[in-house]
Structures are given as structure tokens and as C-alpha cells.
């Protein structure tokens, strides 16, 4: 059973516009959330984080989104660049940082 | 050299091979984690090393076999495995087991399996 699912596989953005990228969890435990990157040939780099204390958490041009009573959370990158086309993975943790459950990914393709 | 460095990072066996992987982090972290990555699916969390011992085995099957020897290196042997245990196999490693939560883990690059 997927406890952290991102339904859409793949999503293209224009440069310079904005990518929202989006992630669902079943677990009302988890109180922790991390957006992964992932290049091809690559291993995942950590992007950024956010705890189920905050709503929002904002570096630079990424900024995560967390909507508990929807146990929904998003990644807005704004403005877009063709250097962000990747693989972003989201997951989840209840307070065991042993454990984080991950989604399947979703392919962002930037078009220059 | 620096992170979590992986090797092989392509391998291709038959199914009655029996071969190594090998991950080996330089970052003095206490946790190692291998997961693996099937396409189009979740990254699946395998095993957990906490403090060299095995903390976590998520109904793995034993053709897998982890090795921590210590808190710098992670191994996977691989045993009569069959054609869908071809994927990306990631290792990991964290402080605490968890990377104090801020920053999760620090992934390898992976190794790439094929099993023929």
C-alpha cells in the first residue's frame, strides 16, 4: 500500500514560468517532508524540507507547500529553468528518520 | 573523496551468479540504508544499518544479503536473483538515523542491475 503517492508522472513547463509539482500521503503520522532531485545516472539530492509544525518553507525559487488537513503538500519552482528538468521524489516521515516512504517521481521537463 | 560513492555503477548478471555491491560513505554518518528504485514505483526502503547493526529488513528476500562492517561501508550480496530484481539499487547514509530529519539522506549514485 503507497503511503506517499505523486500522481503525475511527468509534467513540461515553459522557462521562466512556474512548476508545481504535487504529492499526496495516506499516513496522518507523518510530520515531516522532504522534496527530492534526482539527475539521470545520478543519486537523489536533497532539495528541500519542511516540518508539520510550518505550512510553508521557502529557499530561493523552491518553496514547499504543506496542507495537513488535505495531507497534500506541493513544490513551486518559480521561475523555471532548463537546468531544473528532473526527477523529483517526495517523502515522508513519521518521526522515525529511519524510515522515509518516497513517491514514484515526477519527470519536470523545462523547455528553454 | 567526498558523499556516499557506489560501485558498480552498472552491473549485469545471470541468475546464477553471485556478486557484491559495494557502497562506502565519507561523510561520518552512523546510518546506512540500501533502497531500491524498479521503474516507475517508489523507492523501496531495503535494509537499515544503524550503529553497524541491521535495525530495519523490509521482507527482503534472503537471495539478498546485507554486510555493514562498519559505519563506512555498506555491502549487498546478490545470489540467484531473478529478472525482476532488475533496477537501481541506492545506497544511502544519514546522521542519527535520519540526517537530525533537516536534510534526510545522502544518496549514492547507485548501481545499475540487470539480471539476464
New interface residues.
Partial sequence: DQQVKQNSPSLSVQEGRISILNCDYTNSMFDYFLWYKKYPAEGPTFLISISSIKDKNEDGRFTVFLNKSAKHLSLHIVPSQPGDSAVYFCAASEGNFNKFYFGSGTKLNVKP | ETG?T?TP?HLVMGMTNKKSLKCEQHLGHN?M?W?KQSA????E?MF?Y?LEER??NNSVPSRFSPECPNSSHLFLHLHTLQPEDSALY?C?S?Q???????????????TRLTVV
Fill in positions: 556516499v557506489q555503477r546510518a540504508y533502497y516507475k514505483k517508489p523507492l526502503l537499515v544503524s535495525v530495519e541506492l544511502a544519514s542519527d538515523g535520519g540526517g537530525t530529519g533537516e536534510y534526510g539522506y545522502t544518496f549514492g549514485s547507485g
